[in-house]
């Protein structure tokens, strides 16, 4: 086991703060939030990684560095002198770009990473497996620490709500274009979900902390008290009917504009899985948030969030409501 470290060991000139954050994807959907509540805290310059090629428009204040990710070269030299490196990615993105990163993070000895390992807790064996999501992550972390450089903090915020909204019936059950909701198991199940710009505030919520304890008597949170540890955060806890009332008091909508089904989430999700099967990607969006909405608490994870230790706000369901709605109207699709 490592032992302890403390700011009063170590060398003459440590600054005990995170003061340069990379982000990889900070003008895409996640990153693009994450990047900004960076730069709004004014305690950090932020670099965002970013192929020459790309059309993404980065968050004012945010520092592009142009990288080829088939060039290490070019990779190591971008996180040279990186303190943390925050990793967000579309699916499609090349399965080995992970791993290309983290080899460059160790080179260039960047102390903490975070994965693009977002959602659900994969420290529960069985959701992990269920999901075919936690093992994926599983892999993700163990190839951090085979570095034996770099260290790793996963953000476990649950689904995300304005993006679960706007994605479709797959998700939270809702085809508010026909208005048509598909209950799981009579719509109570709670879980934890997050909105975009909470995750962003988590995590630099998280690098604004002090890096170590002053010393042996200090139990204020620090960033090393996440070292390899999930980072939880959620938004809300709530259900599919919470979801709903929250639409009704936001669009005016009554109970008799729309039509209901009922559908127990184990059934749910053994049709999304022949589906996935079968072929149909959305196969595995439903298998993802059926198995979440099992009514067995594996959705939920109110007991280890740290929003009070980030000084996180609760934010108004019916605000992040409207903006789901706001998206939804927008055309909102993802790729």
Known sequence: MAMPQYAKDESPGFTNRIERVAVVGAGGSIGQHIATQLVKTGKHTVTALTRADSKSK????????Y?????????????QGQQFLVITMAVTAPPDTQSKLFRAAAKAKVPYVMPNGYGSDFTNDNLAKETLRGDVIRKLVKEIEDTEVCSWITLVCGFWYEFSMARGPECFGFDTKNKKLTFMDGGDTKINISTWEQCGRAIAGLVSLKE????????SPTVSGWKNRPLYTASFLISQRDIFESWKRVTGDTDQDWTFDDEPSHVRYARGKERLQNGDKMGYVQVLYSRQFYPNGDGTFQAKLANKLLGLPQEDLDTCTKGAKAMIESGYAYH
């Open 67 to 79: 990288v080829n990710y088939d060039d290490e070269s070019s990779l190591v030299a971008a996180l």
């Open 212 to 219: 170590l304890p002053d010393d042996e008597k200090d139990t």
């Open 58 to 65: 980065l968050p004012q204040g945010v520092t592009p560095v």
